[in-house]
């Protein structure tokens, strides 16, 4: 797929959305460049931006069911995000007449539209799909994005996602995230003998298959940082191993042979190392392997049980849990070895840390009170916040972007069943995501290229 520019006003509508911390804490931010629009997150107080997205014009009548459904994932991508509201279709007084030709915006501040997102569809020269679409701020009267994607007609979903993404990274200031995908487990039968298998799918749902090989019994996949791989842990052998496989080819390949337990690996940012637990002679501590050459090397000696580290961005430092000062709590130490420092001081027990792709946030399950919870707390431990709670609520997971979570919540008792959920990361928007089964361990991918 590739992408070109446009045109574009020297004018940002929106230069971002409140991060974390600000947002959580009721710090509102205004975001506007001498227009009225803002989306403000914080202090309980939210209202999403009004956007009306017209109906994508089809450049033929063989192009009028593409452009229908290009418009259709569009708009519940921005709606899914819980950031816009997508004013219907009834509402609208006029359509644009032509797709280069400027709207008439009081039509559109008439029904409080902020923004107008307009479209064409056509077919190119070589038979590739070419999708335009451009972003009009209504009160300013002016176009603030265009932009044209052309991709093979098989690929019209992606499309969309890159439409959204255009849409929702000029409007907020923040980066994509729609056009990427979820590893999960997902899971049949009863409970005591589960058939757990990996799948892949959207974030949005579509698309969804079953990596071959995969199955019987699998734990915590995780995507490699270019989105071409999936590492996870497998009892194929009947003690669990890590196993990598390629998701072009459906290749799969066992990482290495590893006396005793094995657990949660995960891949650093440049794809080259993977961070794991191995548990020998009683004691669990963190390894690194080198994928070049598959050499290990050791990162704790704790005679404490290490596990579920993450690195982060930059790949300097790792978040880990550890029970070495008597509970389970969340440590960070540098990749390269050395003392490990307490960053959670709360009551319960912390677990399953992740660092944000911002760099900023940790993310994390916590156990308090007899509740499962989905945190987040910056890297030094301050400004704890519990976004979630129920009976068991685990494995929290950021969009490429950081803005977004995804964990999976399991109801109680024999008929309980486990499903993804996700929640912005101001606490605000918490769904679910539907699969046909139950579902657990999400993990989510790189922006696709």
């Not at 989306?39 to 452009?67: K, Y």
């Not at 219907?88 to 006029?94: D, M």
């Not at 005591?192 to 949005?204: E, F, N, P, S, T």
């Not at 008597?326 to 709360?346: C, D, H, K, N």
Request: net charge negative; with cysteine; hydrophobic share 40%.
């Amino acid at each position: 797929m590739r992408t070109t520019k446009d045109a574009a006003a020297a004018m940002r509508l929106i230069a971002g959305i409140a991060l974390l911390i600000g947002a959580l804490c009721g710090a509102d931010r205004a975001y506007a460049q001498s227009t009225p629009l803002e989306i403000t997150v914080g202090g309980g107080q939210f209202e999403p931006l009004p956007v009306a997205v017209s109906d994508f014009q089809p450049a033929t009548p063989a192009m009028e069911l593409v452009a229908d459904d290009l418009g259709s994932v569009i708009e519940a991508d921005l709606l899914r995000s819980g950031l816009f509201r997508v004013i219907p279709k009834a509402a609208f007084i006029a359509q644009p007449t032509e797709f280069n030709t400027p709207p008439v915006y009081a039509d559109w501040r008439a029904i409080k539209a902020d923004a107008l997102v307009t479209g064409r569809v056509e077919q190119a020269s070589d038979g590739r799909l070419l999708v335009q679409f451009r972003v009009f701020d209504t009160e300013a009267e002016e176009q603030i994005e265009g932009l044209q994607l052309l991709s093979d007609p098989a690929d019209w979903r992606r499309v969309a996602h890159k439409v959204a993404d255009g849409i929702y990274s000029k409007l907020t200031g923040e980066g994509p995230y729609f056009d990427s995908r979820v590893v999960f487990v997902d899971e049949t039968g009863p409970k005591g003998d589960r058939r757990k298998r990996l799948a892949i799918m959207d974030q949005d749902g579509a698309n969804l298959r079953y990596l071959p090989g995969a199955d019987g019994l699998v734990l915590t996949p995780r995507f490699s940082p270019n989105d071409q791989s999936v590492l996870y842990i497998s009892y194929d052998t009947g003690e669990p191993q890590v196993y990598l496989t390629n998701l072009d080819t459906g290749q799969r390949e066992m990482l290495g042979t590893f006396p005793g337990m094995t657990f949660a690996p995960r891949f650093s940012p440049d794809g080259g190392q993977v961070v794991l637990s191995l548990s020998q002679d009683g004691n669990t501590d963190l390894f690194v392997m080198r994928l070049a050459d598959r050499q290990m090397r050791r990162l704790t000696t704790n005679p404490a049980i290490d596990t579920s580290a993450s690195f982060s961005p930059d790949g300097s430092q790792i978040v880990f849990e550890s029970d070495r000062g008597g509970s389970q709590q969340l440590y960070i130490m540098p990749t390269t070895g050395g003392p490990a420092q307490r960053i959670s001081f709360g009551k319960g027990n912390y677990g399953t840390p992740v660092w944000s792709p911002r760099g900023d946030t940790i993310a994390f399950t916590k156990i308090l009170s007899g509740r499962f919870h989905i945190g987040v707390m910056r890297t030094d431990g301050t400004d704890e916040r519990l976004l979630s709670s129920s009976f068991l609520d685990e494995g929290p997971t950021f969009s490429p972007n950081g803005r977004v979570l995804a964990f999976f919540r399991e109801s109680p008792g024999q008929a309980g069943r486990a499903q993804l959920m996700s929640i912005d990361i101001s606490g605000q928007n918490l769904r679910v995501v539907e699969t046909p089964n139950a579902a657990s361990d999400p993990a989510w991918s790189p922006v696709r290229k």
